[in-house]
């Protein structure tokens, strides 16, 4: 059974770098089968897919437009785990963030996800 | 990138009703849709995938069908724990899009 656990702060202030990781078990970051989503969740932009990170032979990463010029997801194969990093923050960011897996042959269906954190943009 | 729209947005039943959820897409997205429950505080839970395959241990109240643009979500006799809010999500064009949501509430 996948499990993913999410962790990292509630509370960022604008222009700064919101940081979360998901930690997995039961599943591996390097598995070339799977990707390794962050996705959100706001009552203004509903669920919003950000970006993914995944391993097919090397490693490749996709994010959205609408953030591309912020974010960053890295694995961390040595701590089984990735992270996203985004970048100068502003209230409209505010929102609950979901690590998220999907897997081939469904690639973009996502069968497990994180707890959720709730990620509040303010100073 | 692909529109996703259902209707309704909120729907009242009773238990026991038979409940219908419909999800368009702006283009054809063949058969590569999604439905997903989420229970307040909770991540989305992934119900059906391919348009119509049930996910393991989904009731069988729970159906899908549909393809190309038009989709439906039939719940065919409401439970107590399937008042929740209903999300279709295209896993056929990057980047993938959801729906705004249905909520299904006590009538």
């Known amino acids: 059974q996948v499990q993913l656990q999410q962790s990292g702060p509630g509370l960022v202030k604008p222009s700064q770098t919101l940081s979360l990781t998901c930690a997995i078990s039961?599943?591996?970051?390097?598995?070339?089968?799977?990707?390794w989503n962050w996705i959100r969740q706001s009552p203004s932009r509903g669920l919003e897919w950000l970006g993914r990170t995944y391993y097919r032979s090397k490693l490749y990463n996709d994010y959205a437009l609408s953030v591309r010029s912020r974010i960053t997801i890295n694995p961390d194969t040595s701590k089984n785990q990735f992270s996203l990093q985004l970048n100068s923050v502003t209230p409209e960011d505010t929102a609950v963030y979901y690590c998220?897996?999907?897997?081939?042959?469904?690639?973009?269906?996502?069968?497990?996800w994180g707890q959720g954190t709730l990620v509040t943009v303010s100073s | 990138d692909i529109q996703m729209t259902q209707s309704p947005s909120t729907l009242s039943a009773s238990v026991g009703d038979r409940v219908t959820i419909t999800c368009r897409a702006s283009q054809s997205i063949t058969t590569w849709l999604a439905w997903y429950q989420q229970k307040p505080g909770k991540a989305p839970n992934l119900l059906i995938s391919?348009?119509?395959t049930l996910e393991s241990g989904v009731p069988s109240t729970f159906s899908g069908s549909g393809s190309g643009t038009e989709f439906t979500l039939t719940i065919s006799s409401l439970q107590p724990d399937d008042f929740a809010t209903y999300y279709c999500q295209q896993y056929h064009t990057f980047p993938w899009t959801f729906g705004q949501g249905t909520k299904v509430e006590i009538k």
């Open positions: 998220a897996r999907d897997e081939a042959p469904h690639s973009g269906r996502f069968d497990y």
């Open positions: 391919k348009a119509s």
């Open positions: 039961g599943d591996s970051v390097s598995n070339n089968r799977a990707a």
